[in-house]
Nanobody, 126 residues
């Protein structure tokens, strides 16, 4: 059925860049929210950035705004997270997830999301 596969994680230096990719498959509709969440060691899972496939609206958590950019390639059913000016606090497992109900009011609410990828590790250290 629905499958989300992340890639692109790895080690990074403070101030450096990484780009994460998520390939989605198995959806009945092309209309959903898709985005990135992260979970630091010992921490809770939190929203990072999401995008609507309907109108391209985007959301960012304040801590990454201006540094990270979310984008998608409709033809490839893929979403990307371009991560710039990395900080040690960006260290986490990053997950791709989708919300088929498209709740714009809580676009990055973890419990609203239906399907999740396996996660990809990002480690930012000097």
């Amino acid at each position: 059925q629905v499958q989300l596969v992340e890639s692109g994680g790895g080690p990074g230096q403070p101030g450096g860049s990484l780009t994460l990719s998520c390939v989605a498959s198995g959806f009945t509709s092309d209309n959903y929210l898709i985005g990135w969440f992260r979970q630091a060691p010992g921490g809770a899972r939190e929203g990072v950035s999401c995008i609507s496939t309907t109108d391209e609206r985007t959301w960012y958590t304040y801590s990454v705004e201006g540094r990270f950019t979310i984008s998608r390639d409709k033809a490839k059913n893929s979403v990307y997270l371009s991560m710039n000016s990395l900080k040690p606090e960006d260290t986490a497992v990053y997950y791709c997830a989708t919300d088929i109900d498209m709740d714009y009011a809580q676009a990055m609410h973890v419990l609203d999301y239906d399907y999740w990828g396996q996660g990809t590790q990002v480690t930012v250290s000097s």
